[in-house]
């Protein structure tokens, strides 16, 4: 440490982190929206799906419903 006992300040290009949920507890629907809204792949795939949905609804409804059952079951 330095002489005055206090830490240096990180530079000012060092990452912001994301807070953690507490263990054992899950992400809230805020959390995970705000990671999702910044993840390219999610939102590449949401892009998709809107373009698939546009042409083929039931289709689109169909294979989200089989993802989420393949996921969660």
């Given at each position: 440490l330095p002489a005055g006992g206090a830490a240096p300040a990180?530079?000012?290009s060092a990452k912001a982190v994301e807070p953690q949920p507490a263990a054992g507890r899950l992400p809230s629907a805020e959390?995970?929206?705000?990671?999702?809204?910044?993840d390219p792949a999610f939102l590449k795939l949401v892009a998709i799906y809107a373009v698939?949905?546009?042409?083929?609804?039931?289709?689109?409804?169909?294979?989200?419903e089989e993802?989420?059952?393949k996921l969660w079951a």
């Amino acid at each position: 440490l330095p002489a005055g006992g206090a830490a240096p300040a990180p530079p000012a290009s060092a990452k912001a982190v994301e807070p953690q949920p507490a263990a054992g507890r899950l992400p809230s629907a805020e959390e995970l929206c705000g990671r999702l809204s910044r993840d390219p792949a999610f939102l590449k795939l949401v892009a998709i799906y809107a373009v698939v949905y546009d042409k083929f609804p039931e289709r689109a409804k169909a294979a989200v419903e089989e993802l989420f059952e393949k996921l969660w079951a």
